[in-house]
């Protein structure tokens, strides 16, 4: 018995000469977030082309709510929701014109219609907007909107294509609530983004996608354990300070000109505790200090700096 | 879930689009109007044409108003391709067919609009044709028809766009060949070349078949042309639309 929303095995797809997912691997559990990560271009929206059925693999399998893509691409639009990329609102018409539209488009009964119209409205803060046309609306709300509407169908899993690209960080936080909502209602998400921090605070697992291969898999944890770089920097008033430190914390790397040390580390409150712990133990103290986390960057350059190497060497 | 409720469920939505639009709605109703006005007014004493200009212009007006509507269905079209609006009308499983003919069906009741319009103002205008209900029929079937077909060659010209914008430019030769046929004036006082053009094009037996029809004097040979006409480019513009939604989608 599996609990699987989504299973993908061996996807390829190639648009004449040019190969843009190379046998793609996924295991998605029922309930739990699912975050694609990679930079443009990697194949993320391709991916959520094929699982959506909006275009067709050339290789390998996926099922998608236990129906297979392309065999069943029938059971398994029944089961999903799908907010895409840029966002699908219909402008000249209202937001609750556009949640209707999506009431008339689905299975969904028309005496319920108007109910389910007025809880989206209500759940994403769109009641007060709901008589203007979506063109007058903000970037924010008009992703809001675009996934009120993904939800009308009560779809058992949702995909969401780079959800929050373009929004203010305020935007952001806001859809990130409510995508964790939607968990929290059973629903499986299925997300793509090109931002590290979105899913390290979204995603129960990670994959991240490079030039249309999945190059790392794993929970956040899992996964910035592999990528070196998270570290803690100390800068140091002396010379001296600087050599007492270096003695104590042997892990380090040190940076003579810039009276600093580099502590590799999680980046975490434990790790840091530990670290300010072993200072005071002997009566040390930095000058500044400041957390290095690695962006998606450093990621890419970790996780394909080698691949990238031979595509050039080519 | 048949196709049907979900044509209907389009054909609304694509007729809010229109009625919100105020350039739609001025390119389609009111502009024929005020080429009417502009014809009958300024240049129509300039030509000779056997009969009242009125009565002259207005079947040719007529196919210049079904013309006129159908820029903004192109532009309409092509937006729902190219603004990701299509892909979830895709995964909510609506067929091909209703989403072209919400766009077609839409095209063709903004037509019947425009039409009515146009005659209503003629008549105004001091517009006396001699049609029978009969005859009268007989417009409202050309004017359908030739609705219809290039309602389908407007959708598949707005697939077959790159973007909103050049789906509204493709449109134009059809707004244009009006003007190169027996519309406004009779292709036999055209020059050579053009005459010919204006006389073998397909917009001049439709002309030809509905001026007939409004003057009580239908022709058959006539009408049986412009009714080939219609088939034709309808068949066109439907095939072409089918393989282009296709291919795009």
Known sequence: MTNSALTVSGLRKAYKDKVVLDGIDLDVPAGTIFSLLGPNGAGKTTTVNVLTTLIKADGGTARVAGHDVATDAKAVRAAIGVTGQFAAVDELLTGRENLQLMVDLSPVPATDGKRIVDDLLERFELVESAGKPASTYSGGMRRKLDLAMTLVGSPQIIFLDEPTTGLDPRSRRTMWTIIRDLVADGVTVFLTTQYLEEADQLADRIAVLDQGRIVAQGTADELKRQIPGTHVRLRFATADQLDAAARVLADATRDDDGLSLRVPGDGGTRSLRLLLDRLDEYALAAEELSVHTPDLDDVFLALTGRQTETEVAR | ?249
Request: a neutral charge; aromatic letters at 10%.
């Open chain 2, 1 to 249: 879930m048949s196709a049907t409720p979900h044509a209907l469920v389009m054909l609304r939505r694509n007729f809010r689009h229109i009625a919100r639009n105020p350039t739609a709605v001025f390119n389609a109703v009111l502009m024929p109007i005020i080429i009417l006005l502009m014809f009958v007014y300024m240049f129509g004493d300039a030509f000779d044409v056997g009969v009242d200009y009125i009565d002259y212009a207005t079947p040719g007006l007529v196919l210049l108003a079904v013309c006129y509507g159908l820029g903004s269905t192109a532009t309409a079209v092509n937006s729902d391709m190219t603004k990701g609006i299509i892909n979830r009308f895709k995964v909510m499983d609506v067929s091909r067919s209703a989403v072209l003919t919400g766009h077609v069906v839409a095209s063709l009741l903004t037509n019947v609009v425009a039409v009515a319009a146009l005659i209503g103002v003629a008549f105004l205008l001091g517009f006396s044709p001699a049609a029978s209900p009969l005859d009268w029929l007989g417009v409202a079937g050309m004017v359908v028809l030739l609705g219809f077909a290039t309602g389908w060659l407007t959708v598949a010209l707005g697939l077959a766009a790159k973007s909103p914008e050049t789906a509204g430019l493709a449109s134009v030769p059809l707004v244009m060949l009006p003007f190169f046929s027996s519309a406004i004036v009779p292709a036999d006082t055209m020059g050579p070349g053009l005459a010919q053009f204006a006389e073998y094009q397909p917009f001049t037996p439709i002309i030809e078949t509905v001026r007939g029809l409004l003057a009580g004097t239908p022709s058959l040979g006539t009408a049986l042309v412009a009714v080939g006409w219609c088939v034709a480019i309808a068949l066109v513009g439907y095939l072409w639309a089918g393989a282009t939604f296709t291919k795009r989608a």
